[in-house]
């Protein structure tokens, strides 16, 4: 794999004089899901270490220091946040989501400015050590997913059968892979009028729009639903399956989030879901790798990333919808719910980051902290 070479190590910093003992900090532009994600996730669990942790907005690339300093900012916000990582003491911690073998150089430069990377999965963290990161930097820390506000809303009987393809349109839609879905559809049933297929997104762009009115091609069984609300539930409502057939994953957040409301999931078998999917608890789809585009979304040229392989998703979708008819998803479907439960419990993400941060001797292996907390200090705007 072709990476960036990282920059030379940053010195070692000493802990923090002043301030609350831990602050997250994100910035005001940043609009990308992932790291939205990573900031508020971990910011909660953090919390439960340290109930004055500061949730630090930086616009202006100021911050007072803290012994423990989480930056939720994308690579290319680095400009002005490797400026402050080397300035500030304390220990610092990147959190890094990317999607393709090609990690960008901000994301090497972050690193070498870091004593320690978060990745939210095994794909993150696997592909950070093979652009050149230290593996005993790089730690897996999973986001931290509240459970489900209510029971997911079933279809009404005898309603057509109902296929979800949900995405955030701030993620790139090419690697959400909304044009092929909206294929493997019309693969698994070219002219059926008793099934349909729900395109839920939010903040999608006239192109892209565009693009996706393009591919229903006036088939009134697909309809684009622009969402309104941010209630995850309701994304999930009345539907008799998840569709994601992404090329690549960081985490994987509405995977997982069906899977907790026991929606049977058809997902490409392909990087940070991969932590949680079984072949005994989803359908996995087949895939082989391809590059990725030039300046395919942030990344530069040279990675790769999946491309599923529509017939095989075609049929997955034509079982499970024969599996549904006949009740024979109930045991995939306790087995997902095991698995997503799991691996978004508090217990679960608050034990490997007490790991992380006793490694660094940010805090003890029981979850105490190493000192005494330092006096509040007010944030710089």
Same mark, same amino acid.
């Given at each position: 794999?072709? /990476? ?48 004055? $942790? ?52 901000? /994301? ?9 990377? +978060? ?11 093979? *652009? ?25 009987? *005898? ?7 949900? +995405? ?12 092929? /879905? ?21 903040? $999608? ?104 392989? $529509? ?19 109930? *045991? ?50």
């Amino acid at each position: 794999m072709t /990476s960036a070479q990282p920059s030379a190590p940053a010195p070692a910093r000493p802990a923090s004089a002043g301030g609350p003992a831990a602050q997250i900090i994100g910035l005001v532009k940043n609009r990308l899901s992932g790291i939205v994600l990573s900031r508020h996730a971990y910011a909660d669990v953090l919390r439960t270490l340290w109930p004055d $942790l500061r949730d630090a907005t930086v616009s202006e690339g100021k911050a007072a220091p803290c012994a423990v300093n989480v930056w939720a900012a994308r690579p290319l916000s680095k400009v002005f946040l490797d400026d402050m990582s080397r300035r500030m003491p304390g220990l610092q911690i990147w959190c890094i989501v990317l999607e393709s073998t090609q990690l960008p150089q901000g /994301s090497m430069d972050a690193c070498a400015n870091s004593d320690q990377v +978060w990745a939210p999965s095994g794909f993150v963290r696997d592909m950070c050590v093979a *652009g050149g990161m230290p593996a005993e930097k790089v730690h897996v820390i999973p986001y931290w997913l509240p459970m489900p506000a209510r029971p997911r809303i079933l279809p009404a009987a *005898g309603s057509p059968y109902t296929v979800l393809v949900s +995405w955030d349109g701030r993620s790139s839609i090419n690697r959400k892979n909304v044009i092929n /879905s909206i294929a493997a559809f019309k693969l698994a049933w070219s002219s059926d009028p008793d099934v349909r297929l729900r395109l839920k997104t939010r903040d $999608l762009t006239p192109e892209n729009v565009e693009s996706v009115t393009a591919a229903i091609a006036g088939d009134a069984r697909i309809t684009l639903d622009m969402r309104t609300t941010d209630s995850i539930d309701e994304v999930f409502d009345g539907a008799h399956v998840l569709l994601h057939l992404h090329r690549a994953e960081g985490y994987g957040r509405h995977i997982i989030e069906a899977m907790q409301r026991r929606l049977p999931v058809i997902a490409t078998a392909y990087s940070g879901p991969m932590d949680w999917l079984r072949e005994d608890n989803a359908r996995l789809v087949g895939h082989h790798l391809v590059d990725t585009a030039q300046k395919e979304f942030q990344y530069p040229q040279g990675g790769q990333w999946a491309e599923p392989d $529509l017939n095989h998703a075609a049929r997955h979708l034509r079982e499970c919808r024969e599996a549904d008819a006949s009740g024979a998803l109930h *045991g995939m479907l306790d087995r997902a719910e095991l698995a997503a439960c799991r691996h978004t419990t508090l217990e679960f993400c608050r034990a490997a980051m007490i790991a992380a941060l006793s490694q660094a001797g940010a805090i003890s292996p029981a979850g105490g902290m190493c000192g005494p907390p330092a006096p509040a200090m007010p944030m710089a705007a």
